[in-house]
């Protein structure tokens, strides 16, 4: 039998286990986990008391919500670098926990969540919130399993992280029946891969025949542009990919969730491109270039604008771990199946040497340079413009020029889709480079930004993390003002108030003629439901008095929220190309 490996910072090999409950727990010891964020239930029981009993190391944080819960352990693995952990119940619980899994494993982020179940001894007996979790989760996620007797859980919840880190990251779930729980377990199968708890792993690199021909693409192209994804963040290689950029002189966009693969200082940084959170200015980055290199994205319909840029013809070379993330949507010329930082680092050790030791992107005069300082230019005239503006109500532009003078340059913000969304994608500038920027780009649920900061403090408690939320989103998760409360993390909260869900009044004003349908609600204070809580909150209408009011909130000593009244987003000059003709 293999002997038990620990991770680097977690505690000796676990003790022996009794039961299944107990071995579920030792299992996430083994494996480094330290936090497990969920909501409980009556078939949850044995594994809260084994909780309870044991002395394992891990925080458990009790969320209000399974979709909360599902969604902290989303950014806790984006910031960590750990897989994230949820759990809920039966029945309910497990439908709910379902839609942070499926946003993770479209995000390529990471998730193990586990759900308890009626008895096996009960199963198609109508037990009280039985239902099939094994097919529920089976096409959702990148590994699904069912636990029907103790006995296996090690080899389970081994399988469920090696397929959470390897290859393209993803999302697992387990089902765990009540009496599965309290059956008795043989110690000795309880061992772990100890570095299958941190991610990614077991990387692989693009064969080197490929690797030569991409580099000889590049180096012909007249004009290269690379449009880089969150993949380039979680293999680690936003260092390598700005060496790579000026070797080539090439404009680096990012995808939404690649945003923070360069700093937005760096100097060939042309940001956000696409539908949303790209301009017409960045936009143009891409239609110039005559080769087009895709790293750690899909080339998706958000980020090429619906595969209009680039355009058909354009030699195209696309790096991803995953092959089907290749060749899906363009027809490449170069497919680099591997990890990102791997291949940007085998690329770098290829042209470098065929650059000499001033590479053109140094030159402040450089062709690259002067796209994209073009492109700046005309992105933050016009933004600039409007984040003056004394108007009210306050225009998102203000909003965003203020938050950026306020939070410290290492400060994580997670936004909701909506009215942040496209805002802070196209307008926030991240000083450094790496993961600060979190939103849930695969399925755009809202309630997302709110336990996104919550699971991203767990994750860097050190650091100042912020969510950005539209009132629509406020009112899917309000109720875990009391959970940020109870755990004591000093969250920034910002509600963007326009009464609306105004992503959909956009649209319904831009495609089809102003008819506005069943898009508005009440204007609602959003400080005093956050006061009614117990939590420090501020409301702002006046935009002159909006950078004295963060600063009083950062100030405060534990969680504050600010609520501001925003102008609306079908009426707001927002960076979202199909509204922008």
């Not at 009993?53 to 458990?60: E, M, S």
Request: charged share 20%.
């Amino acid at each position: 039998m293999t002997a038990p490996h620990s991770p680097p910072d977690a505690a000796p090999a676990a003790p022996d286990a009794a039961n299944g409950a107990e071995a579920l727990i030792r299992m996430l010891q083994l494996h480094g986990v330290r936090h497990v964020f969920g909501v409980c239930g009556d078939t949850s029981l044995p594994y809260y008391d084994a909780l309870y009993r044991l002395d394992h190391g891990i925080t458990h944080v009790l969320a209000r919500d399974e979709r909360s819960a599902s969604y902290m352990a989303d950014a806790y693995a984006r910031i960590s670098g750990k897989v994230g952990v949820c759990e809920g119940p039966s029945g309910g619980g497990a439908t709910y926990l379902l839609p942070g899994l499926v946003e993770a494993n479209e995000s390529s982020v990471p998730v193990l969540g586990f759900t308890s179940d009626v008895p096996v001894s009960s199963r198609g007996r109508y037990p009280l919130t039985e239902l099939d979790q094994q097919s529920l989760y089976s096409p959702l996620t990148k590994w699904n399993g069912t636990l029907n007797t103790a006995a296996q859980i090690g080899d389970q919840v081994r399988a469920a992280f090696r397929a959470c880190t390897t290859g393209r990251p993803g999302a697992a779930h387990l089902c765990v029946p009540f009496d599965v729980q309290k059956q008795a377990v043989d110690p000795s199968q309880l061992w772990a891969q100890s570095e299958l708890g941190r991610w990614p792993n077991w990387r692989t690199r693009p064969p080197a025949d490929d690797l030569e021909r991409a580099a000889r693409a590049l180096l012909a192209a007249r004009q290269p542009v690379l449009i880089c994804g969150g993949g380039v963040m979680a293999a680690g290689g936003c260092d390598d990919l700005a060496r790579l950029a000026l070797l080539l002189d090439a404009p680096v966009c990012t995808t939404v969730s690649g945003k923070g693969s360069v700093a937005d200082s760096f100097e060939l940084s042309a940001g956000v491109v696409g539908s949303n959170g790209g301009v017409m200015a960045t936009r143009e980055v891409v239609a110039a270039a005559d080769l087009v290199m895709f790293v750690g994205c899909r080339a998706g319909s958000t980020t090429t604008e619906h595969w209009r840029f680039p355009a058909r013809g354009v030699t195209i070379i696309h790096c991803d771990v995953d092959p089907f993330a290749i060749s899906t949507s363009y027809p490449t010329d170069v497919a680099l199946v591997g990890d990102a930082k791997l291949a940007l680092q085998d690329l770098v050790a290829l042209i470098e040497p065929r650059r000499g030791t001033a590479p053109p992107g140094a030159d402040p005069a450089s062709p690259g340079r002067r796209i994209v300082a073009r492109a700046q230019q005309a992105k933050r005239s016009a933004f600039e413009l409007l984040a003056a503006s004394d108007e009210r109500p306050i225009k998102p532009e203000r909003i965003m020029a203020a938050l950026r003078r306020a939070l410290p340059p290492d400060a994580i913000v997670c936004a909701d889709p909506g009215t942040p969304c496209p805002y802070v994608s196209a307008y926030f500038d991240l000083p450094l480079a790496g993961r600060r920027f979190i939103t849930n780009r695969a399925h755009g649920a809202l309630g997302f930004a709110m336990p996104a900061a919550l699971g991203a403090w767990f994750a860097r408690p050190q650091a100042r993390c912020v969510a950005v939320m539209g009132d629509g989103s406020f009112g899917f998760t309000a109720g875990e003002l009391e959970t940020v409360l109870r755990v004591g993390a000093p969250l920034l909260l910002v509600v963007l108030s326009n009464a609306s869900y105004g992503w959909i009044k956009a649209s319904q004003r831009a495609s089809y003629g102003q008819r506005y349908y069943s898009v508005d609600f009440r204007p609602t204070d959003h400080a005093a439901i956050a006061r009614a809580w117990g939590m420090a909150s501020w409301r702002v209408e006046d935009p002159r008095e909006l950078d004295s009011t963060l600063q009083q909130a950062l100030r405060h000593d534990g969680p504050a929220l600010v609520d501001i009244v925003t102008q609306p987003l079908e009426l707001a000059a927002a960076p979202v190309s199909q509204w922008m003709g």
